[in-house]
Nanobody
């Protein structure tokens, strides 16, 4: 069984920064894509950023230049550095990983940005 545990969420004022982490544990052979999603109240979950096993990254247009996704393969961990935060970024942030051809989600961490 594989579990993803997220950390780093919280409350911050507009313009501030947060760094999210998500670590996978359990019986793991290979982790390929790692990604972050977010879901605000009343909206659908949306992709924020993704990083491939080779380090190729892609971002939602709304966060380009503000967010950076990275990974530490030896620890099966993915990070999301969020800078210049806006109130509209308030949401629950979820990590997702492809582990041994199966998809796993984290439990979500709340990010609240106040104006």
């Amino acid at each position: 069984q594989v579990q993803l545990v997220e950390s780093g969420g919280g409350s911050v004022q507009a313009g501030g920064s947060l760094r999210l982490s998500c670590a996978a544990s359990g019986s793991i052979i290979t982790v390929t894509a790692m990604s972050w999603y977010r879901q605000a109240p009343g909206t659908q979950r949306e992709l924020v950023a993704v990083i491939s096993s080779s380090g190729t990254t892609n971002y939602a247009d709304s966060v380009k230049g503000r967010f950076t996704i990275s990974r530490e393969n030896a620890k099966n961990t993915v990070f999301l550095q969020m800078n210049s935060l806006k109130p509209e970024y308030t949401a629950v942030y979820y990590c997702k990983m492809s582990v041994d051809l199966r998809t796993y989600w984290g439990q979500g961490t709340q990010v609240t940005v106040s104006s």
